[in-house]
């Protein structure tokens, strides 16, 4: 069974501190929403886990099944099971998604199975509902943000990670597509991947079940719970949580904000 | 060592033989030869370049008498089609095949079905009266070195595709350079009649030694005619090559003007593109990837002289370990040239810290009612890109594999004659290295 434990994280991004101590565990086959309002780190934690530039941890550990995430290259961190769905999916110029996918199992000893990437990629896009003429463009290229989202999930359900953290998979992602998507990482979830889904809005949670709910305010998770503190947050907003701690207020102060 | 003109002297411009005219032709050029100087990077059109850091005596040109001749000299047998290798293949179906070896014509095949449609292949050496078609786009040399290919050239060639013909395949012109310290002067005139459509892959290949090569090739294409014409450089790592494509497009005409060019320690491509009839068109696009410590200088002309004319350039490269690329592209709109939309795009991937890239454009309009638009972009791969791919677990030598064969996936598309540029993707990766 996998799991992803986050201990004491905190992290930089561009230089300023964002994330105070992080601190989740994720099993295999559970679904936890990460929630807060905008700039509260919730994109921070997505990218220093995946290890992108300008993001730093300056504190804490992130094992994945006992490595350190936070010592590996992106590289390194995406073969040891780690998935990123981005919020914003990169462009990517002339490299379509059979190449990256095919280099990636390549490197995983994974493009050996019957058909190779190519079968893999096709079987997974007729699930996810993607047409096959998107899979010989390049990556994210002049694409809408639905099929930019649709791409991200085919990649997830080719790669087959152990841990995928969704950074506003719901976005630009219409009633139907967001189905489609929920209904291929529950999928996943079934066989045994554990998700750390980012949002801001309780809609992904109509569809998608979490069977923990986290609430960041300020690079911090300052709440807990099963599904129906999502409820509860839809009634008070989250201004209601916005309790800074006291360390956190001497600290601003002490920067003469 | 003898100096350069005694080197490349009007005696022996005068001993290349050929017709009157020709001989004539050769005579005066290398007589401006004698004054004339090396071109000198404080000009314009030299702005960067090592020009006067050439040696060209230490160069001879190719012995005169024609193949047989030059086979009683050090060079061996003569080259014919069948060694030219992988870049046969490459060629694949050909309406007709020209081939020359150090100076000197060694084949010229021609399909029936080509000759049935008119297109002939025409050494100009053999022609008894003199031909127009040879400067009749480039009237006056560019340079130094158009100066000396019209005195120096052994066998230039003339292709003629009539009005109203089109080829199946292309016609493929291969010069060879296999002698140490050969300069060879090749000459290529193509011209198009009303309506015809042709193909025409110009390639220049040499091997290990240092060679200098200075080719001009012209290009007449007619009224709504269409020619697709595709330069290859494929020199060696010692070699030289300072190449001029001129073009002239009349009415309704429409030239597809593609350049790949890997080889050569300095290597340089300038292209001249005239649109000198309404309507007409010039797409012009070149890739190009230098590694090591080589040079690669492009200098491209659009010059619109009619109404309703459109250009566009698309000129992609990439520079590793300490290599260095040039380009500089002046976009020219004639007063008449009302309606003339011309695009005029620079990339440059530099993937070493040592290497060094200049882009530069320029705009010289001198009509009000014109679209013009020019960008360059110059830098490393992008972060992004790059952690994107290692982020789905590409690991990073194939990442930025990926990443730099894809950033030449839309020029190598747009290249004409695709049978042949197809092949190209290929030559990215062996530059780049090999695959782990």
Redesign the interface.
Known sequence: MSELVVEGLRANAAGEPILHGVDLRIVAGEVHAVMGPNGCGKSTLAHVL????GYTATAGRALLDGRDLLTL???E???AGL??A?QY??E????NLL???G???R??GRDLAAGGPAALLSTEAERLGVPPALLER??NVDLSGGEQKRGEAL?LAV?RPRIAVLDEIDSGLDVDALRAVARRIEEATSDGLGVLAITHYTRLLGVLRADRVHIMIRGRIVASGGPELANELEQTGYEGWDRPAPAEVAVRLGRSF | MPDLQEIFSVAYAAGLGGPDWLQQRRREAAEAFRTAELPSSSEEEWRYSPVSELRLETYRPAPSGGANGAAGDDTGPAAGPGELGTLRDRLAALSALVVTCDGHLVGAEITPEAAAAGLSVRPLGEETEPVGALGGVLDAPADLFGLMNDAFCTEPVMLEIPSGARLADPVAVVNVVRTQSLAIFPRLVVVVGDGAEAQVVNALVSGEGEVLAVPVAELDVGPAARLEYLNLQELGPQATGIDQTAATVATQGHLVIGLAAVGGTYARCRVDCTLAGRGATGDMSAMYFGDRDQILDFRTYQNHLAPDTNSNLLFVGAVEDRARSIYSGLIRVGPKARGTDAEQTNRILKLSEEVWADSVPNLEIENNDVRCAHASSVGPVD???R??????????D??ER??V??????VRRRLPVQSVAAGFDEMVRAKIGPEQ
């Open positions: 995946a290890g992108r530039h290259s992106p590289f961190r995406a073969q998935f990123l981005m999916p990169t990517v110029p002339g490299v190449d990256v996918l280099a990636s199992l490197a995983a390049a990556v990649q790669l | 972060e992004d890109h952690f994107y791919l290692e982020s789905r677990g590409v690991p990073p194939v990442a990926l990443i064969e894809g950033f030449f996936r839309e």
